[in-house]
């Protein structure tokens, strides 16, 4: 029989003397559990303690006898915890074992022993206990025996040092920052929070509660965690729940990077997988291995038992023990064989339920027992003082409460590396181009594009920044520019063309094709930003906007209709502005001031107040009171009479087809308008300043301002009347709030584009938005392309880019790419008419030199007039399979001689990016070079000679000639002080001059100007040359005589 089960079964009539022999063999643990079992074993213990060879262990015996029994301390009521917790630990970083044997208690002390020493372990005891997942950290309200100071004191404070170390190096580059662990819990125990308040505390987290009520559904749970999820401020998400409320649903709604617990599949899983990298491990299972490094003895080869431990938390201690070697066999509390499994173990863990229990024969001697449920348990928070004064703490619940709080610590620093700039890991889509080229619909809908999530993943957006629209769009939030505001822009780029045909001359296909070529070929960042198309185009004559060939936008189809609603918000917004005016004519007219001052401002449950727009208004009119019942007659009249001259509308209604019977309209002749009818007309969506002005904001806030100050009209004063005038501001900016973010789609070979905003050039500023290419020029990083177009020739859309955008931007281009056909050229030269729908003439089929020689002198001055700018330029030759190669040579030397960097044939259209890796090479090089860029005019000229210098600089006119009405406008407008703004010419798209059939380079002649207008919210004013109109038409056949819907397979066909 062994000296431990002497000690047990030994009785009081044995003599005094043996009994003191065995006593004194038995370890403390056992001789202190015998102290407190009978008054005669105290006795025998103290008399052990006065042995002469025992005297050495007296000190430690006596802090034993300090401390109350634990067995005593599990009679209290527990209720434990089934939220399991998680800890991120290097492995590698766990300390090998001493020379010695220790063992663990049930309070998680270590006492050392002899090698040969016995060991006893005093019987467990469950209480009655209750499901919850507080975590005891009595740690925090303890106090360290004299003697015998815990084992994981050490630990917590070197967790608590070197937590304070990460956050100091954090807070020297993010000063503001401050992570914060959220506590979800049912109920409102305080306890908790404290505990984990006071740790947070000493290392300088914030501690957020969130108390649901105690019957609280999943539902509620799961929307809670949700939101803390989309919460920036906080870096780690705590669920102390009952475990009817940890359901695998609740657990996995934790974003893995913000679960310190790791409760969620991911990031068990990943300790699974032994790949802690990104994710957390349990706290718990974190201080297990803590305790277990500061264990004289190896861990490799041991073997473990886990008794009664279930769910995530057995899955990770398991994998953790066993990644450091040890061997590790699991148990229920009734399996038949728990005897043998736990004498055959050399590390016991154990969580205690339901007032199960086994006998401490079963402990051999150096085995090292840690008891889980002090970290595992929540306690009333009355009780916690009274546990601190009565013992030192059980080790698990500080040092995983220390742990969870590393853990949010290392999830800010995450955050913080995730926040910035991120470099690419870009996978092109493979091209496999056929002969012949098959049409665009097709070639696109042969490629299976990249998830819209994938690529944005890979050029390195955040999850929390896109906004999906479907499997293939999504938006782009703006917050981009906020995280990487100290990002260095890559090379800006921009695609121009020379004066085009009616059938265009492939810009977007040539913007297309070359990032095609930085991205999937020569391995550069590169991002594409493109127009929105017109819906009136799409359906008229010309047809998509996508690009062609092999060298597009996909899916084609998105991108040429609905893509994700932004010219739709436009119309939405332009057309509310239109309603407003017309109702306040009307209400203006058929009311009195009273009538219309008490609709105006109403009361809502007895109390009447002003609007924050309404305020605004009478601020503007110099009234400054707050209460309405305070206005004087002059003062009400003043707030409630626009008094707009229907005469001088401005404003005009828009929509997105191309409708030529809507260029004048009547308005109001239904009886109910009361005989208040006026002339108007219908513009194409695209032309309506809210267009531009979305292309040329940089913010919600800029853009809401812009939205404002859109001038709707005169009242019978002359004043201008706007749009905060009218009170509408507020709502256009909500109509708009969606389409101000940029819409991220991808080529054929999965290189990334933005879509935003659509002006068209002839009638607008032409150009895609000043935010997609300020996001892009971020994303792509110091090294890499931001390739943009502008609209139709150099002349107009080039032009506009460098004085109004860049202007608005502040952003300076590198390189002009400057796109021509020998097509195009030939027409220049004196070739005949080109008509959409139209076959070719033979000359365009043909070879013929010496038109392409002659129509060169359209290329050469749009080359000059890229150099007014002091940009280079790069000619790209759009290569068709009618052009010749001697044609093709001959466009290049001329190119050349007349100033272009250089000048490179493309064959993207046939090839896709392959065929524009000349061109990417060319544009990389000359990108390189630094360039003198400037303005063409200084803003503070007059308004004439701004006009002026555009038409003899850019269009090669002699002088202006300005129509009364024109000299009229500009009088009033340098009135109204706005004689500061840029100049957007609406002139046509297919002639240097204002007359469209003067191919070539015209001179001689007049450039009249027959009318100005101003767009004060987009801020230009835009003189109207010639007979330019703002609704086109469609021909006798236009495209949508091809174009058709598969009723079965939905696929859409006869677009181009």
């Given at each position: 029989?062994?000296?431990?089960?002497?000690?047990i079964?030994?009785h009081?009539?044995?003599?005094l003397?043996?009994?003191?022999?065995?006593?004194?063999?038995?370890?403390p643990?056992?001789?202190?559990?015998?102290?407190?079992?009978?008054?005669?074993?105290?006795?025998?213990?103290?008399?052990c303690?006065?042995?002469?060879?025992?005297?050495h262990q007296?000190?430690?015996?006596?802090?034993?006898?300090?401390?109350?029994?634990p067995?005593?301390?599990?009679?209290?009521?527990?209720?434990?915890?089934?939220?399991?917790?998680?800890?991120?630990?290097?492995?590698?970083?766990?300390?090998?074992?001493?020379?010695?044997?220790?063992?663990?208690?049930?309070?998680?002390?270590?006492?050392?022993?002899?090698d040969?020493?016995?060991v006893?372990?005093?019987?467990?005891?469950?209480?009655?206990?209750?499901?919850?997942?507080?975590e005891t950290?009595?740690?925090?309200?303890?106090?360290p025996?004299k003697n015998d100071?815990?084992?994981?004191q050490?630990?917590?404070?070197?967790?608590v040092?070197?937590c304070?170390?990460?956050l100091?190096?954090?807070?020297?580059?993010?000063?503001?920052?401050?992570p914060?662990?959220?506590?979800?819990?049912a109920?409102?125990?305080d306890?908790?929070?404290?505990?984990?308040?006071k740790?947070?505390?000493?290392?300088?987290?914030?501690?957020?509660?969130?108390?649901?009520p105690?019957?609280?559904?999943?539902?509620?749970?799961?929307d809670?965690?949700?939101?803390l999820?989309?919460d920036s401020?906080?870096?780690?998400?705590?669920?102390?729940?009952?475990?009817?409320?940890?359901?695998?649903?609740?657990r996995?709604a934790i974003?893995?990077?913000?679960?310190?617990?790791g409760?969620?599949?991911?990031?068990?899983?990943?300790v699974?997988?032994?790949?802690q990298?990104?994710?957390?491990?349990?706290p718990?299972?974190?201080?297990?291995?803590?305790m277990?490094?500061?264990?004289?003895?190896?861990?490799?080869?041991?073997?473990?038992?886990?008794?009664?431990v279930?769910?995530?938390?057995?899955?990770?201690?398991?994998?953790?023990?066993?990644?450091?070697?040890?061997?590790?066999?699991t148990?229920?509390?009734?399996?038949?064989?728990?005897?043998?499994?736990?004498?055959?173990?050399?590390v016991?863990?154990?969580l205690?339920t339901?007032?199960?229990?086994?006998?401490?024969?079963?402990?051999?001697?150096?085995?090292?027992?840690?008891?889980?449920s002090?970290?595992?348990?929540?306690?009333?928070?009355?009780?916690w003082?009274?546990?601190?004064e009565?013992?030192?703490?059980?080790?698990?619940?500080?040092?995983?409460?220390a742990?969870?709080?590393?853990h949010?610590?290392?999830s800010?620093?995450?955050?913080?590396?995730?926040?910035?700039?991120?470099p690419?890991?870009?996978?092109?889509?493979?091209?496999?181009?056929?002969?012949?080229?098959?049409?665009?619909?097709e070639?696109?809908?042969?490629?299976?594009?990249?998830p819209?999530?994938q690529?944005?993943?890979?050029?390195?957006l955040?999850?929390?920044?896109?906004?999906?629209?479907?499997?293939?769009?999504?938006?782009?939030?703006?917050?981009?520019?906020?995280?990487?505001q100290?990002q260095?822009?890559?090379?800006?780029?921009?695609?121009?063309?020379?004066?085009?045909?009616?059938?265009?001359e492939?810009?977007?296909?040539?913007?297309?094709?070359?990032?095609?070529?930085l991205?999937?070929?020569?391995?550069l960042?590169?991002?594409?930003?493109l127009?929105?198309?017109?819906?009136?185009?799409?359906?008229?004559?010309k047809g998509?906007?996508?690009?062609?060939?092999?060298?597009?936008v996909?899916?084609m189809?998105?991108f040429?209709?609905?893509?994700?609603?932004?010219?739709?918000?436009?119309?939405?917004?332009?057309?509310?502005?239109a309603?407003?005016?017309?109702?306040?004519?009307?209400?203006?007219?058929?009311?009195?001031?009273?009538?219309?001052?008490?609709?105006?401002?109403?009361?809502?449950?007895?109390?009447?107040c002003?609007?924050?727009?309404?305020?605004?208004?009478?601020?503007?009119?110099?009234?400054?009171?707050?209460?309405?019942?305070?206005?004087t007659?002059?003062?009400?009249?003043?707030?409630?009479?626009?008094?707009?001259?229907?005469?001088?509308?401005?404003?005009?209604?828009?929509?997105?087809?191309?409708?030529?019977?809507?260029?004048?309209?009547?308005?109001?002749?239904?009886?109910?308008?009361?005989?208040?009818a006026?002339?108007?007309?219908?513009?194409?969506a695209?032309a309506?300043?809210?267009?531009?002005?979305?292309a040329?904001?940089?913010?919600?806030?800029?853009?809401?301002?812009?939205?404002?100050?859109?001038?709707?009209?005169?009242?019978?004063?002359?004043?201008?009347?706007?749009?905060?005038?009218?009170?509408?501001?507020?709502?256009?900016?909500?109509?708009?709030?969606d389409a101000?973010?940029?819409t991220?789609m991808?080529?054929?070979?999965?290189?990334?584009?933005?879509?935003?905003?659509?002006?068209?050039?002839?009638?607008?500023?032409?150009?895609?938005?000043?935010?997609a290419?300020?996001?892009?020029?971020?994303l792509?990083?110091?090294?890499?392309?931001v390739?943009?177009?502008?609209?139709?020739?150099?002349?107009?859309?080039?032009?506009?880019?460098?004085?109004?955008?860049?202007?608005?931007?502040?952003l300076?281009?590198?390189?002009?790419?400057?796109?021509?056909?020998?097509r195009?050229?030939?027409m220049?030269?004196?070739?005949?008419n080109?008509?959409a729908?139209?076959?070719?003439?033979?000359?365009?089929?043909?070879?013929?030199?010496q038109?392409?020689?002659?129509?060169?002198?359209?290329?050469?001055?749009?080359?000059?007039?890229?150099?007014?700018?002091g940009?280079?330029?790069?000619?790209?030759?759009?290569v068709?399979?009618?052009?010749?190669q001697?044609e093709?040579?001959?466009?290049?030397?001329?190119?050349?001689?007349?100033?272009?960097?250089?000048a490179v044939?493309?064959?993207?259209w046939?090839?896709?990016?392959r065929?524009?890796?000349?061109l990417?090479?060319?544009?990389?090089?000359?990108?390189?070079?630094?360039n003198?860029?400037q303005?063409?005019?200084?803003?503070?000229?007059?308004?004439?000679?701004?006009?002026?210098?555009?038409?003899?600089?850019?269009?090669?006119?002699?002088?202006?000639?300005?129509?009364?009405?024109?000299?009229?406008?500009?009088d009033?407008?340098?009135?109204?002080?706005?004689?500061?703004?840029?100049?957007?010419?609406?002139?046509?798209?297919?002639s240097?001059?204002?007359?469209?059939?003067?191919?070539?380079?015209?001179?001689?002649?007049?450039l009249?100007?027959?009318?100005?207008?101003?767009s004060?919210?987009?801020?230009f004013?835009?003189?109207l040359?010639?007979t330019?109109?703002?609704?086109?038409?469609?021909?006798?056949?236009?495209?949508?005589?091809?174009i058709?819907?598969?009723?079965?397979?939905?696929?859409?066909?006869?677009?181009?």
């Amino acid at each position: 029989m062994t000296p431990i089960h002497s000690a047990i079964q030994c009785h009081v009539s044995h003599s005094l003397l043996r009994l003191v022999i065995i006593i004194q063999t038995l370890p403390p643990w056992l001789q202190h559990a015998l102290s407190r079992r009978c008054t005669v074993g105290h006795a025998l213990v103290q008399l052990c303690s006065r042995s002469p060879e025992h005297q050495h262990q007296n000190q430690t015996r006596q802090s034993l006898l300090q401390t109350p029994d634990p067995v005593d301390v599990s009679r209290g009521k527990m209720r434990l915890s089934v939220a399991f917790r998680h800890v991120h630990r290097s492995h590698a970083s766990i300390r090998r074992a001493r020379a010695g044997v220790q063992v663990l208690n049930s309070e998680n002390r270590l006492i050392t022993l002899a090698d040969k020493s016995a060991v006893s372990y005093p019987w467990i005891r469950e209480a009655s206990s209750t499901s919850g997942t507080g975590e005891t950290v009595t740690s925090l309200k303890s106090h360290p025996r004299k003697n015998d100071g815990p084992l994981y004191q050490s630990a917590v404070s070197d967790i608590v040092q070197k937590c304070r170390e990460e956050l100091k190096a954090i807070r020297e580059t993010n000063p503001d920052l401050k992570p914060t662990l959220a506590i979800i819990q049912a109920g409102e125990d305080d306890g908790l929070l404290e505990v984990n308040k006071k740790m947070a505390g000493q290392i300088g987290l914030n501690v957020m509660q969130i108390c649901l009520p105690h019957q609280c559904t999943e539902d509620e749970v799961i929307d809670e965690i949700l939101r803390l999820n989309e919460d920036s401020r906080v870096h780690g998400i705590f669920l102390h729940l009952p475990q009817s409320f940890l359901s695998r649903s609740v657990r996995n709604a934790i974003k893995p990077q913000k679960d310190v617990d790791g409760v969620s599949d991911l990031n068990v899983g990943r300790v699974v997988l032994g790949d802690q990298r990104d994710g957390f491990a349990s706290p718990v299972a974190g201080a297990v291995l803590e305790m277990l490094a500061r264990h004289d003895a190896p861990l490799i080869g041991k073997m473990a038992v886990l008794v009664g431990v279930e769910g995530p938390l057995k899955a990770t201690i398991q994998c953790l023990l066993q990644n450091n070697g040890m061997m590790v066999q699991t148990c229920q509390w009734s399996s038949k064989h728990l005897e043998k499994q736990i004498m055959d173990s050399d590390v016991v863990i154990l969580l205690e339920t339901d007032h199960k229990s086994f006998p401490p024969t079963w402990i051999r001697p150096g085995v090292a027992v840690i008891n889980l449920s002090s970290a595992l348990m929540e306690e009333h928070p009355d009780s916690w003082e009274h546990r601190a004064e009565a013992e030192s703490g059980a080790g698990v619940g500080p040092l995983s409460a220390a742990l969870r709080m590393q853990h949010v610590v290392r999830s800010s620093r995450r955050w913080i590396k995730e926040q910035q700039y991120q470099p690419w890991r870009l996978r092109p889509l493979k091209l496999q181009p056929l002969s012949p080229v098959p049409s665009d619909i097709e070639i696109s809908r042969a490629q299976t594009p990249k998830p819209i999530s994938q690529l944005a993943q890979e050029i390195g957006l955040l999850p929390e920044e896109l906004e999906a629209y479907g499997n293939t769009k999504a938006k782009v939030h703006l917050s981009l520019l906020n995280r990487l505001q100290h990002q260095p822009n890559g090379k800006y780029v921009l695609v121009a063309g020379i004066t085009p045909t009616p059938l265009g001359e492939g810009k977007s296909t040539v913007t297309t094709g070359l990032v095609q070529a930085l991205s999937a070929h020569l391995k550069l960042n590169s991002f594409a930003c493109l127009r929105q198309p017109s819906q009136g185009p799409t359906f008229g004559v010309k047809g998509g906007a996508a690009g062609g060939g092999y060298a597009q936008v996909i899916p084609m189809e998105e991108f040429n209709l609905h893509l994700t609603g932004d010219i739709h918000a436009i119309t939405a917004a332009n057309n509310l502005v239109a309603a407003a005016i017309d109702a306040r004519i009307l209400h203006e007219s058929t009311q009195s001031d009273k009538a219309m001052y008490r609709r105006l401002v109403p009361s809502v449950n007895g109390v009447r107040c002003f609007s924050p727009i309404q305020m605004a208004r009478l601020q503007r009119l110099g009234i400054n009171k707050s209460d309405p019942s305070d206005l004087t007659p002059e003062e009400v009249r003043a707030f409630v009479r626009l008094d707009l001259d229907p005469e001088k509308v401005t404003w005009q209604r828009v929509v997105d087809t191309n409708d030529r019977f809507l260029r004048k309209i009547t308005v109001g002749q239904a009886h109910t308008e009361k005989g208040h009818a006026r002339q108007t007309q219908f513009d194409i969506a695209v032309a309506s300043e809210i267009m531009a002005i979305l292309a040329l904001t940089d913010g919600l806030a800029d853009m809401r301002a812009r939205l404002g100050h859109m001038v709707v009209g005169s009242n019978r004063n002359g004043q201008p009347i706007t749009a905060d005038d009218l009170g509408v501001t507020g709502a256009l900016a909500v109509l708009m709030k969606d389409a101000i973010k940029p819409t991220l789609m991808q080529t054929l070979e999965g290189t990334p584009v933005f879509v935003h905003a659509g002006p068209f050039a002839n009638i607008a500023h032409g150009n895609s938005s000043v935010l997609a290419d300020k996001l892009a020029l971020k994303l792509v990083g110091e090294e890499g392309f931001v390739v943009t177009e502008a609209g139709f020739g150099a002349d107009i859309g080039m032009e506009k880019f460098f004085n109004i955008k860049c202007r608005t931007s502040g952003l300076k281009p590198d390189v002009v790419v400057l796109v021509a056909t020998v097509r195009a050229l030939k027409m220049h030269g004196g070739g005949p008419n080109v008509t959409a729908g139209v076959p070719l003439p033979k000359e365009y089929i043909n070879e013929n030199l010496q038109l392409v020689a002659d129509g060169c002198s359209n290329l050469k001055k749009q080359i000059q007039i890229a150099h007014l700018f002091g940009v280079p330029v790069v000619v790209a030759l759009n290569v068709f399979k009618t052009d010749t190669q001697a044609e093709i040579e001959l466009v290049c030397r001329i190119a050349e001689a007349s100033g272009a960097s250089a000048a490179v044939q493309c064959h993207h259209w046939s090839r896709g990016g392959r065929g524009s890796v000349e061109l990417a090479q060319a544009v990389k090089k000359v990108a390189s070079q630094k360039n003198n860029f400037q303005f063409l005019y200084n803003l503070q000229d007059s308004i004439v000679e701004k006009i002026r210098t555009i038409a003899q600089k850019v269009y090669g006119a002699d002088d202006i000639e300005l129509s009364p009405e024109a000299q009229a406008k500009i009088d009033y407008y340098n009135q109204q002080g706005f004689g500061a703004l840029p100049i957007c010419m609406a002139k046509t798209h297919l002639s240097l001059s204002h007359m469209p059939e003067k191919k070539g380079v015209p001179t001689g002649f007049i450039l009249p100007i027959r009318d100005i207008r101003a767009s004060i919210g987009a801020g230009f004013i835009y003189p109207l040359v010639g007979t330019m109109s703002t609704m086109p038409g469609l021909p006798t056949r236009p495209c949508f005589y091809d174009i058709d819907l598969d009723p079965v397979t939905e696929e859409i066909k006869g677009l181009f």
